[in-house]
């Protein structure tokens, strides 16, 4: 122990020899074979490392610190409980700029490259915390964050409870956020093992906010552009989430709890203003969105009252712009299939507004529904309650209607409205019914 007091002390005093007056750097070493590198370039930088023991087999020993400020007020701290193996690598340039690793865990890897706010002022700069481990449950370990923040006023603060979990965060522009702010205590938050997220923002005024409860989830959230919201939640295992949001004003919101193996795959661009929303419960669903235009709204539930959905594939496309979709797979619906696609403007696939969950309704189990609306302010409208219907609905040129309900088994309708201006509604209740319309 005595050696290793000597090695702390000797760390601290050719540390602050080779700083300028204004700077400080702390470094406090409870274990072995630790290496803590600081350089300060500038005043009133502020640099903070602890290995700290916490008990028998805790040896906080062979961590590999390294921090490099260039700028003024400027603050990094890493504070390792009790962890072995740790390598962690900050880089501060500019001004004003915060970064913190709270590590309780082995084997983790840390990198931050953090510039920009060049004549900012303190904590004026970007902002990062982010906590590896808790007391309880325990430590996590062989976890990996690299992170970039370009700019100034971006935040990026997350949590991990798990192993060899990887954390990519590169933010390009001001006041972009991931996760929540500064002092907030949940953030990013990733509890299990093998996750992997991905984001990347650049712009301005961007949000993310994710969790990854399980194990083997992947997220890749792309914003480019300003004022981009996505937030994205998956609790499972093997769960994959893609979005791309372009432009900017895009809005994402995707959530599931309790089910495995089930693919999003979202792209926003080519407008502004588009609001996509998906809730399911239940594994090996496939939903695909596309929407390019402006003020485009969807909202898919995909879920069952105390239920789950399972084999579902849905395919959502809107081009134009103040088009609308609201449906919904409830009950324990296997099986079925959606398409929609709206090409034109103000077309709508629902009664009412955004979350009526009566736009496309289904209960019961491999039914099929497939929508295209070419034109302008078309309206449909369908509910299917049963086994093995399939409904065909195809609106083109402008302002036509059709409403579709089905009750019962072995129902199928097909809709043609190939001109513009037409009524259609069809009602089937009862076991192999067939009804076909044309309006041309």
């Known amino acids: 122990m005595k050696k290793v007091l000597l090695t702390a002390f000797a760390l601290v005093l050719s540390v602050s020899l080779a700083m300028a007056q204004s700077n400080n750097s702390t470094i406090d070493v409870q274990g072995d074979d630790n290496k803590n590198t600081v350089d300060q370039q500038g005043f ?8 700290v023991k916490t008990g028998a087999g805790d040896d906080a020993s062979d961590n590999i610190i390294s921090v490099t400020q260039v700028g003024d007020f400027n603050n990094a701290k890493y504070n390792g409980t009790g962890g072995d193996l ?8 500019g001004n004003g700029h915060r970064t913190e690793f709270l590590v309780r865990g082995d084997g983790n890897t ?18 990062s915390r982010w906590r590896v481990g808790s007391a309880f449950p325990g430590s996590a370990d062989g976890n990996q964050i690299d992170l970039v923040q370009n700019g100034q006023n971006n935040d990026a603060t997350g949590n991990i409870d798990g192993d060899y979990n990887s954390i990519d965060v590169d933010q390009i522009g001001d006041n972009n956020l991931v996760g929540y702010n500064w002092y907030s205590t949940t953030g990013f938050t990733v509890e299990g093992n093998d996750n992997e997220a991905k984001v990347l923002q650049n712009g301005d005024d961007n949000e993310t906010i994710m969790a990854q409860n399980g194990f083997s989830n992947s997220t890749d959230v792309q914003q480019m552009g300003d004022s981009n919201t996505a937030e994205v939640a998956q609790d499972g295992d093997y769960n994959s989430t893609v979005l791309d949001q372009q432009v900017g004003d895009q809005r994402f919101v995707q959530r599931m709890t309790a089910g495995d193996r089930n693919e999003v795959t979202a792209n926003q661009n080519g407008g502004t203003g588009n609001n996509a929303v998906l809730e ?10 596309d929407q390019a235009g402006n003020d485009n709204s969807l909202f898919f539930d995909l879920q069952g009252a105390g239920g789950t959905v399972n084999n579902n594939t849905v395919d959502l496309d809107q081009t134009g712009n103040d088009n609308l979709i609201s449906g919904s797979i409830r009950g324990a619906s296997d099986g079925n299939e959606v398409d ?3 090409n034109g403007n103000n077309n709508t696939a629902s009664s009412s507004g955004l979350f009526a969950q009566d736009g496309v309704f289904i209960i019961g189990n491999t039914n099929d529904v497939d929508i295209t609306q070419d034109g302008d302010g078309n309206i449909t409208e369908n509910r299917i309650e049963g086994d093995l219907n399939t409904a065909l609905i195809n609106q083109d040129m402008g302002g036509n209607t059709s409403t579709y309900d089905a009750m019962g088994d072995s129902n199928a309708a097909t809709v043609n409205q190939l001109s513009a201006g037409n009524l259609s509604t069809i009602s089937q209740m009862g076991s192999g019914n067939a009804a076909s319309v044309n309006q041309n």
């Open 44 to 51: 009133s930088n502020t640099s903070d490392i602890d290995h």
């Open 86 to 93: 740790n390598e962690a690598t900050t880089t501060q340039d």
């Open 110 to 127: 840390f990198n931050a490259d953090v510039d920009g706010n060049v004549g900012g002022g303190q904590y004026s700069g970007n902002q």
């Open 280 to 289: 399911f419960w239940g594994s090996d669903n496939k939903v695909t969105v």
């Open 340 to 342: 929609v696609a709206q």
